[in-house]
């Protein structure tokens, strides 16, 4: 039951992270690209562009941390438990308990910047004038992805350890 409820879960981040992170993308490539055909054939340039460009880098980072860690893709401590297999456990322990750690106060922190920002009406993005606010939102909700999806794997570390084994050793 509880493994049932980690796939709809991860299915539903996969689907959430997987679009969102293709739309992003997706955009910044075709802004970017007409920018360029438009300076090089005429004498229009699209003076916003560089900006739609650094909002989808921003966006790209952090739903890409939650994607990191559906594939355990972060940075972590892996030399010891190579050269010594029994610390394996421990060390994925720890490791997740620092991304937890990160992931909560991401939510936190960035709850309280989001709420600072939506009280200001000043905050607009320089040459678009969109609401600070709508990039604020990620912070907090790639938080909670985050910590649900550490928490999920923390849990089949210590429960399931053949399952994770077996993905290690696969790919």
Same mark, same amino acid.
């Given at each position: 039951m509880l493994k049932t409820l980690f796939r709809r879960i991860d299915k539903t981040f996969c689907f959430i992270e997987d679009w969102s992170l293709m739309a992003v993308v997706c955009t910044a490539l075709v802004t970017g690209l007409v920018n360029i055909i438009l300076r090089k054939?005429?004498? *229009?340039?699209?003076?916003?562009?560089?900006?739609?460009?650094?909002?989808?880098?921003?966006?790209?980072?952090?739903?890409?941390?939650?994607?990191?860690?559906?594939?355990?893709?972060?940075?972590?401590?892996?030399?010891?438990?190579?050269?010594?297999?029994v610390t394996r456990k421990f060390f994925n322990v720890i490791n997740h308990v620092a991304v937890l750690i990160f992931a909560l106060l991401l939510t936190w922190l960035g709850w309280h910047m989001l709420q600072d920002v939506y009280a200001d009406e000043f905050a607009r993005?320089?040459?678009?004038? *969109?609401?600070?606010?709508?990039?604020? $939102? $990620?912070?907090?909700?790639?938080? $909670?992805?985050?910590?649900?999806?550490?928490?999920?794997?923390?849990?089949?570390?210590?429960?399931?350890?053949?399952? $994770?084994?077996?993905a290690d050793n696969a790919g």
């Amino acid at each position: 039951m509880l493994k049932t409820l980690f796939r709809r879960i991860d299915k539903t981040f996969c689907f959430i992270e997987d679009w969102s992170l293709m739309a992003v993308v997706c955009t910044a490539l075709v802004t970017g690209l007409v920018n360029i055909i438009l300076r090089k054939t005429t004498s *229009i340039s699209l003076y916003w562009s560089d900006e739609v460009v650094r909002k989808a880098i921003f966006f790209c980072t952090y739903v890409g941390c939650s994607a990191a860690i559906r594939q355990r893709a972060l940075i972590r401590i892996d030399a010891l438990p190579q050269i010594v297999p029994v610390t394996r456990k421990f060390f994925n322990v720890i490791n997740h308990v620092a991304v937890l750690i990160f992931a909560l106060l991401l939510t936190w922190l960035g709850w309280h910047m989001l709420q600072d920002v939506y009280a200001d009406e000043f905050a607009r993005t320089a040459t678009l004038q *969109i609401p600070e606010w709508y990039f604020y $939102v $990620v912070f907090p909700v790639v938080g $909670v992805m985050m910590s649900i999806r550490t928490l999920m794997l923390l849990i089949e570390d210590l429960f399931f350890p053949a399952a $994770v084994d077996g993905a290690d050793n696969a790919g």
